[in-house]
């Protein structure tokens, strides 16, 4: 599969290493980038992204449409916190508004420390937004659901 | 010898979608819902019905209000088009 799920390798060294802070406040600025599978990223290139995914890549990223740029846009960290023995970050939900967007996956990555990639976000199929809205909704901020969890 | 293993994952998003349009009250409601209040699956019959329950409350306030935040957001919106010479489209917009 060109688009995996994961927690990037790089990225679970990365947090040992300080490189990553998701606080609201001082933290670091983390973006969402969109990529497509074969038709719907720039050029017709696709998206291999996965757990080896190291950085952000514009192979198979979609085209700038409506409030969607290519290079993806910053998300709202929310605090880290913890549930039961289970540590989680989370974020504020995305919008693309006025966007023709078709996408397969998504990569967050950090834009403040050399545009090192967290995680993979596998959609699952096309999702398709056409002269509409594209929204990103996280999963709850929960110990056993949160977007970016370390148990 | 101790070792401490931990592990990383990444949850699951959903992906919502819209053409020609935005996103109508009742989905930003159901977001807004699901961002503030998450019933697990495991969590007792009992307690999960009663969350379930309040969720749905929950999300009917929010869609009064958001109706009443769109409502009056456009009422202001007319207000300026008609003070600098818009009334046709303050009316059409009115419409709506």
């Known amino acids: ?151 | 010898m101790l070792d401490v293993i931990g592990a990383g994952s990444v949850g699951s998003i959903d992906v919502l979608t819209s053409d020609n349009k935005g996103h109508s009250i009742e989905e930003v409601a159901q977001m807004a819902a699901d961002r503030i209040l998450y019933v697990a699956d495991e969590a007792p019959p009992p307690i999960r019905d009663q969350a379930i329950a309040f969720k749905d409350t929950l999300k009917q306030t929010l869609i009064y209000y958001m109706l009443q935040a769109v409502e009056q957001d456009r009422a202001t919106i007319c207000a300026k088009l008609r003070q600098n010479g818009y009334s046709d489209l303050a009316d059409n917009l009115r419409s709506l």
């Open chain 1, 1 to 151: 599969m060109a688009i995996a799920q994961a927690m990037c390798t790089a990225f679970k060294s990365e947090v040992l290493q300080a490189t990553h802070n998701f606080k609201a406040s001082g933290g670091n600025s983390f973006k969402l980038a969109l990529y497509a599978e074969g038709g719907g990223g720039k050029s017709s290139t696709t998206a291999t992204l996965g757990a080896t995914t190291t950085v952000f890549v514009t192979t198979g990223e979609v085209a700038s449409s409506g409030t969607y740029v290519t290079g993806g846009l910053a998300l709202t960290n929310i605090d880290p916190t913890t549930g039961g023995t289970t540590g989680f970050a989370d974020f504020a939900d995305k919008s693309f508004t006025t966007a023709t967007i078709t996408a397969m996956g998504a990569m967050i990555y950090n834009d403040t420390n050399g545009n090192k990639a967290v995680c993979i976000l596998d959609f699952g199929s096309n999702k398709t937004s056409t002269s509409g809205t594209f929204t990103i909704t996280f999963p709850a901020a929960a110990a056993s659901t949160a977007i970016i969890r370390i148990a």
